[in-house]
Structures are given as structure tokens and as C-alpha cells.
């Protein structure tokens, strides 16, 4: 199963596009990336997925290189909504397994 | 469209007693269900999975206890609490083939 590291905190200021990037180093053939935004004391939100290259949706970008070894999640033009812990996983597609949580990064946006 | 319901939002129970949470989904057939924990400044730790009625698999060794009576019904139980059992309880459910996992509003428990 494929571990994911991802810097505890980042700060950043309202409008400027933010960047995390998750570390998966044993990353499988069928491991799929998904992130995920917690709100305190809410459950987390499904953010954006994908597998390799570039995703796009109407919140975030997720780039992944070719090798799979890591992935950035990209928040354009950030608000102070936006601060919030940011998940990324790891896991197969379809599988009924869901690896656990690590600690995220918490995202800070000042004004 | 799919809908979870997890219930009571907030809980303040005393050691040594016994613990019901309650999660159901709606708008969705054999979905796989979930129970998560998060301690306060913590990650979420997945505790059971189902994939099926009656069927439940166990990630972490402990007092808690998960049944599905039924397909869209999923319970996390304990006999008799700890101190260690507070936390935030999320129940999840995601449909296999199908991206993402839909988390309920979360359970607050205090164990005191």
C-alpha cells in the first residue's frame, strides 16, 4: 500500500494560487491519487482524482509527472474559505479498501 | 441524488458504558460503508469497512464493533467505553468503480 508525505502546514494570502504536493513514493500500476478538504468538524470533501498527467475541475488542478511519484494539488486565486486540511490518498481504483487518513496539510489563508 | 445521514452529531457518554452510532445512506444500492475516527489534530483512521450485508472487515484491533443489518445501514457499537474512544466518528460510503468517498456530518463523542 502507498504511502503518502505531505508538508504538516503552508500559508498562504487570499488570491495567490497555492500549490501541495503530496509525496507517494511506492506508488502500484493501479493506484489511483485523490484529494480530499476537511472543515473543522465536518467530514472531508471529495476534491479532485486522477491517475497521471494534468485534471482539471471547477475547483482545483491535480498535475502528475510521469512517474507517478508525487502529485501537487494546485487552488487558484485562494480565499480565506479555502483554509481548510488538504488529504491526498493513494489507493486502487474499485477497491473496496480505503487506505488510511495521514495528517494533511493544513492550508492557512490570511488576509 | 445520494444522501448520508449519520446521527447523533454530538455525544457525551460516561466510561464503561455502551455506544450505538447510526449511518444510513440513501439513493444508492450495495454501497461500500465505512467508519473513521479522527482524535483531535489527528488524520483519519479508517476503523471497518463492508462491502455487503453482514459482512465487515477490521482495520484497527479495539473495543469498538461494526454491523450492517441491513444494506444501506452501518452501526459502529461499543460494549463499554474508554477514554481513549473520544473522537470525531465519520461514516463513509462510495459506490466500487466510482471516484470519491461521501463522508456523513461526523459524530463528536466525549468520553468522560
Known amino acids: 500500500l502507498a504511502k503518502t508525505t505531505q508538508p504538516i502546514s503552508m500559508d498562504s494570502y487570499e488570491g495567490q494560487e497555492v500549490n501541495i504536493t503530496c509525496s507517494h513514493n511506492?506508488?502500484?500500476?493501479?493506484?489511483?491519487i485523490t484529494w480530499y478538504q476537511q472543515f473543522p468538524s465536518q467530514g472531508p470533501r471529495f476534491i479532485i482524482q486522477?491517475?497521471?498527467t494534468k485534471v482539471t475541475n471547477e475547483v482545483a488542478s491535480l498535475f502528475i509527472p510521469a512517474d507517478r511519484k508525487s502529485s501537487t494539488l494546485s487552488l487558484p486565486r485562494v480565499s480565506l474559505s479555502d483554509t481548510a486540511v488538504y488529504y491526498c490518498l493513494v489507493a486502487q481504483w474499485g477497491s473496496a479498501r480505503q487506505l488510511t487518513f495521514g495528517s494533511g496539510t493544513q492550508l492557512t489563508v490570511l488576509p | 441524488s445520494q444522501t448520508i445521514h449519520q446521527w447523533p452529531a454530538t455525544l457525551v457518554q460516561p466510561v464503561g458504558s455502551p455506544l450505538s452510532l447510526e449511518c444510513t445512506v440513501e439513493?444508492?444500492?450495495?454501497?461500500?460503508l465505512y467508519w473513521y475516527r479522527q482524535a483531535a489534530g489527528r488524520g483519519l483512521q479508517l476503523l471497518f469497512y463492508s462491502v455487503g450485508i453482514g459482512q465487515i472487515s477490521s482495520e484497527v484491533p479495539q473495543n469498538l464493533s461494526a454491523s450492517r443489518p441491513q444494506d444501506r445501514q452501518f452501526i459502529l457499537s461499543s460494549k463499554k467505553l474508554l477514554l481513549s474512544d473520544s473522537g470525531f466518528y465519520l461514516c463513509?460510503?462510495?459506490?466500487?468503480?466510482?471516484?470519491?468517498?461521501?463522508f456523513g456530518s461526523g459524530t463528536r463523542l466525549t468520553v468522560v
Open positions: 463513509a460510503w462510495s459506490v466500487q468503480a466510482n471516484y470519491g468517498y461521501t
Open positions: 486522477g491517475y497521471k
Open positions: 439513493g444508492t444500492s450495495n454501497p461500500n
Open positions: 511506492n506508488i502500484a500500476t493501479n493506484d489511483y
